[in-house]
């Protein structure tokens, strides 16, 4: 798959300088992350691969500002959001960064539609705008007829797609996945990922997806990987 | 707040345990509360239709109109007081009711007034009387006479009036002669002489201070001069089974708010991965918390609705015995109750709420 040259923008969609997350257990500290260091382009996909447990949703959660680093720096968009308190990385992630979850996790009682405009809507974005915004995502990934579906009247394939138009309604700069591919089958997954490939790459906005399958990770523009919460040199 | 109504509108059958419990809960507490009304409004009826401004008992009454006395001298010393437009005599007897044509004798309260005050009309003449329309649902009609008391005292009924009752026994009013002479023939232990009374009705002038009107009423007779509030609350058993339901209707208040606390607090646990993937989406612990209020106090509002059309069933149903009176009072009380115990029972998930992780949606910071 392509493995395009990447367009290098003056501000990175990511950058993370010597990021460390230590978790304190009783008396020792667990190291998640150690001084980790990475730079991802405003329009670059980049795979995070590596085994469970080696702190690849350590890093990822840090840079959608999910989690605090407890040493290091972290610039999302240009933005320092190291010292950033929760109500701060709220309204941030609300407005910079979209997700997409291993288990999708959709709200079960909302259409496909209202899966999407309810992320504008807890963002002070709701109205008629962003549910065309919303039939929009749909239409272009494929779900235009799926709008008023519930998530259980849907297959896995097309929740998932449902929550990649969910991570993008917002149009972030940067799309975090966790796993997309997982609860899927070989064939369905090459679809997803291209999929998320296509519309990464036509929004111009960044992505990192974690995943251990790596057969996913030719569909990004750079493989990292990562173990026992080091980055490995590539 | 719209995720929240969505919800309870798309997923009904998940709120229907609380729903049912709730609905319960509210029918108890009006039930109770109309119970409440009805027994204290039965028992204060003869205070509250003079609509007097104080209610003077003697020195040794101990605020009890059987055990209190003022004379006609006193009533007319009280009107010299400053402040005092009038003073009206008052007594009652708790006797017996032969109604015609009823094998069972009614309850009665006999009040002897001396003049037209709040809802009381002019004393009838000797002889006559005015009949609680509880008598009614006794088999008493208009123009009929009923014997009074052991020594069958007659006295016919010339017109009704209503809520007039006193200890849940039905109001005959009489004026004072008749009321003295019905007394002093079943009650030849308790005479009330010619010019007595049990207790005076004071009404203040327009201009009066009523604290210092009230002193110089109590030091003139030596005894209490109570505001309606107190003279109900002074009448035997009144405090004591008021504060004995009060204190039942607050428990099944506190009960409603344990059973939304423990409902959502179980919603809250099994949607902490639900509520992870919107905080990390940039739901803010504010709106989840308010989404939670939402329906935890939309669910105790269906509720008091369909709590009210129970009741208003039930008081159908119920012999007319107990003495049910739904007051619109007691409604909002309860509507405000059941509001405010499922809002602070739904307040026991905030701190679950705040401390649910964003990342652990994605499985990470647990």
């Known amino acids: 798959m392509p493995s395009s040259p990447t367009h290098v923008s003056p501000t990175p969609a990511v950058q993370l300088e010597s990021v460390r997350k230590v978790y304190q257990s009783g008396d020792d500290e667990v190291v998640a992350l150690g001084h980790a260091s990475l730079t991802v382009a405003s329009d670059e996909i980049v795979a995070l691969v590596g ?61 496909a539609t209202e899966n999407l405009t309810v992320v504008a809507e807890m963002n002070g974005r709701g109205g008629s705008a962003a549910k065309q915004r919303a039939h929009a995502l749909l239409e272009q990934l494929g779900l235009g007829h799926r709008k008023r579906n519930l998530p259980d009247q849907l297959s896995g394939g097309e929740r998932q797609r449902v929550a990649i138009g969910r991570a993008l309604m917002n149009e972030p700069g940067l799309v975090l996945f966790d796993e997309p591919t997982s609860a899927l089958d070989s064939k369905l997954g090459v679809q997803v990922m291209e999929l998320i490939r296509s519309e990464i790459k036509g929004r111009q906005t960044a992505a990192i997806i974690v995943t251990h399958d790596t057969r996913m990770t030719e569909f990004a523009d750079r493989t990292v990987e990562i173990a026992d919460g080091e980055l490995l040199p590539t | 707040m719209k995720l929240a109504l969505l919800e309870l509108r798309r997923r009904p059958g998940r709120f229907a345990v609380i729903g ?36 003077v008992f003697s020195e040794d009454a101990r605020e009890s109109i059987l055990r209190s006395e003022v004379t006609e001298v006193g009533l007319r010393e009280l009107e010299r007081i400053d402040g005092v437009a009038d003073a009206r005599g008052f007594g009652v007897s708790l006797l017996g009711v032969q109604i015609p044509g009823e094998s069972e004798v009614a309850d009665g309260a006999i009040g002897g007034y001396e003049a037209a005050g709040g809802r009381l ?12 329309e509880g008598f009614q649902d006794l088999g008493l009609s208009l123009g009929e006479t009923v014997l009074v008391g052991p020594a069958e005292v007659p006295v016919e009924v010339i017109g009704w009036i209503d809520d007039s009752n006193y200890l849940l026994q039905n109001g005959l009013w009489v004026n004072g002669e008749t009321w003295r002479q019905i007394q002093n023939a079943n009650r030849p232990d308790a005479i009330i002489g010619p010019d007595e ?12 201070d009523a604290a210092a009107t009230t002193a110089a009423i109590e030091s ?45 607090a179980l919603l809250t646990l099994e949607r902490i991965g639900l509520y992870a993937v919107l905080k ?8 989840l918390v308010a989404g939670l209020i939402t329906q935890a106090v939309t669910v105790a509002l269906i509720s008091v609705v369909f709590g ?15 003495p049910l009176v739904a007051t619109v009072g007691q409604t909002v009380f309860t509507l405000i109750a059941v509001v405010i115990a499922a809002v602070l029972g739904g307040l026991v998930s905030l701190r679950r709420i705040i401390r649910i992780e964003p990342a652990s949606a994605i499985g990470a910071g647990l």
Do not use: C
């Not at chain 2, 990390?280 to 709106?287: H, I, K, L, M, V």
């Open chain 2, 308 to 322: 009210g059309v129970l009741s208003f069933l039930l008081g159908l149903a119920v012999p007319p015995e107990v």
């Open chain 2, 197 to 208: 009374w049990q207790i005076a009705l004071v009404d203040f002038a327009a201009s009066a």
């Open chain 2, 280 to 287: 990390a989406t940039g739901a803010s612990d504010g709106t």
């Open chain 2, 20 to 55: 049912t419990a709730l609905v319960l809960l509210v029918l108890l507490m009006l039930f109770l509360g109309n119970i409440r009304s009805g027994l204290f409004l039965g028992s204060t009826g003869a205070i509250r239709i003079h609509e007097a401004d104080r209610y």
């Open chain 1, 51 to 111: 085994p469970s447990g080696s702190g690849k949703t350590t890093l990822l959660s840090i840079a959608g500002g999910l989690l605090r680093a407890s040493d290091g720096t972290v610039l999302v968009g240009g933005e320092d959001i190291t010292t950033y308190d929760q109500k701060q990385l709220t309204k941030f992630r609300g407005n910079n960064v979209g997700f997409v979850f291993q288990a999708v996790n959709l709200v079960p009682f909302l259409t």
């Open chain 2, 121 to 132: 009309p002019e004393p009838p003449p000797i002889g006559q009387g005015l009949a609680d």
């Open chain 2, 220 to 264: 003139l007779i030596g005894g209490d001069a109570l505001d309606e509030r107190d003279a109900m609350f002074a009448i035997p058993g009144v405090p004591e089974q008021n504060a004995t339901l009060t204190a039942v209707i607050y428990a099944t208040g506190f009960v409603v708010a344990l059973v939304v606390a423990l409902f959502f």
